[in-house]
């Protein structure tokens, strides 16, 4: 697991390979990715944006952002917890992902960034 903690905001992260898959006609590996995000400041903060950097070591990085996660914008209290999953594609058996959250403080509307830890993207086969 990745952890990272900015401004109280704790973030956690388990991977998972998934196989492969054909599009296009071309073969990628698939991935899954699990984030945690863990409230621990004394704040009530919103989640506005997101922004990943996605390495594929036989390509070139792509670059993902947009509004919220999953189609939500989660506001978290103070000790609150938001889990969800996502995935991506890749051409290459091994890579990683590393980014940000935009978030909001609710009480004092100071916008600021969340670290997403830099994981690792890999095949059970290179792990042993």
């Given at each position: 697991?990745?952890q990272?903690?900015?401004?109280?905001?704790k973030?956690?992260?388990?991977?998972?390979?998934?196989?492969?898959?054909?599009?296009?006609?071309r073969?990628?590996y698939?991935?899954s990715?699990?984030i945690t995000?863990e409230?621990?400041s004394?704040d009530t903060?919103?989640l506005t944006?997101r922004?990943?950097?996605?390495?594929?070591?036989l390509?070139?990085?792509?670059?993902v952002?947009?509004e919220?996660?999953?189609?939500?914008t989660?506001v978290?209290?103070?000790?609150?917890t938001?889990t969800?999953?996502?995935?991506?594609?890749l051409?290459?058996?091994?890579?990683a992902?590393k980014g940000f959250?935009?978030?909001?403080?609710?009480q004092?509307f100071?916008?600021?960034?969340?670290?997403?830890?830099?994981?690792?993207?890999s095949?059970?086969t290179l792990l042993?």
């Amino acid at each position: 697991m990745f952890q990272q903690i900015t401004k109280g905001i704790k973030i956690s992260v388990k991977t998972k390979a998934n196989g492969t898959s054909y599009r296009n006609n071309r073969l990628y590996y698939v991935f899954s990715y699990y984030i945690t995000i863990e409230n621990k400041s004394s704040d009530t903060v919103k989640l506005t944006d997101r922004f990943w950097k996605i390495f594929d070591s036989l390509n070139q990085t792509e670059i993902v952002s947009g509004e919220g996660v999953v189609g939500q914008t989660p506001v978290l209290k103070p000790n609150d917890t938001y889990t969800y999953s996502s995935g991506c594609f890749l051409e290459s058996n091994i890579g990683a992902m590393k980014g940000f959250y935009t978030m909001i403080n609710m009480q004092t509307f100071e916008q600021f960034k969340v670290i997403i830890p830099t994981f690792q993207l890999s095949t059970k086969t290179l792990l042993n």
